[in-house]
């Protein structure tokens, strides 16, 4: 069984920048999955974020943190970061990780393998 663990989540004053963290475990074939991150903010929908190839070749953002957030992998510890900085309030949320095998731009809520169970960011105005 494939287990996504995030981590790096808090409480940030905005214009502040925090580093999200996601390790799989379990066996899963890591290497080979394109990794993406989503968010949910209390009473809204989940919403794409980032994505990174299994290779690291390719990103693909929101246009909202388009220029603030970074996507990066490192498959030899099975992991997937994103880095945000010049964070605001509206991006206050549940942070997700997940795993697919389809191109990162088309990565949705509907198309993913595997999920996290996510890390709470909260940016205070």
């Known amino acids: 069984q494939v287990q996504l663990v995030e981590s790096g989540g808090g409480l940030v004053q905005a214009g502040g920048s925090l580093r999200l963290s996601c390790v799989a475990s379990?066996?899963?074939?890591?290497?080979?999955?394109?990794m993406g991150w989503f968010r949910q903010a209390p009473g809204k929908e989940r919403e794409f974020v980032a994505a990174i190839t299994w290779s690291g070749d390719t990103t693909h953002y929101a246009d909202s943190v388009k220029g603030r957030f970074t996507i990066s992998r490192d498959n030899a510890k099975s992991m997937v970061y994103l880095q945000m900085n010049s964070l605001k309030p509206e991006d206050t949320a549940v942070y997700y990780c997940a795993a697919s095998g389809v191109d990162v731009y088309y990565f949705e809520v509907s198309n993913m393998y595997h999920w996290g169970k996510g890390t709470l960011v909260t940016v205070s105005s």
């Open positions: 379990g066996g899963g074939a890591f290497s080979s999955w394109s």
